[in-house]
């Protein structure tokens, strides 16, 4: 079983600015993260055409598991699949150049 918290799903979600350590509303990355059966999780993503979005997943404390690049297309469906990993806590990542959404899945059997 997963568990989200946080706010950044959706339109209404928050994403930093990198460069001005601002929170603004969600207007050039739309990103939405969100459980599926079986330890796999969803992360559906809309970018701007040549835009890069890097994907990230990491532990609770900071230990990076996975990592991907995507630059193709502009509607971005992913699902990663966190079975094999032990329970607990993790952070994905959804970043560009200039926006990050980072949310924290619960990870359970």
Do not use: C, W
């Amino acid at each position: 079983m997963l568990l989200l918290s946080g706010v950044a799903l959706g339109n209404s979600g928050e994403i930093v600015n990198k460069d001005s350590i601002s929170t603004e509303t969600l207007t050039t990355l739309e990103v939405k993260i969100f459980p599926r059966n079986n330890g796999v999780i969803a992360v559906n993503f809309r970018k701007q055409p040549k835009e890069t979005v890097e994907v990230k997943i990491f532990t609770f404390d900071g230990d990076r598991v996975y990592r991907e690049k995507v630059s193709y297309n502009e509607i971005i469906s992913k699902r990663y699949d966190l079975s094999k990993l032990p329970d607990g806590n993790y952070y994905v990542e959804v970043s560009t150049d200039f926006y990050l959404v980072r949310q924290l899945v619960e990870k359970l059997n």
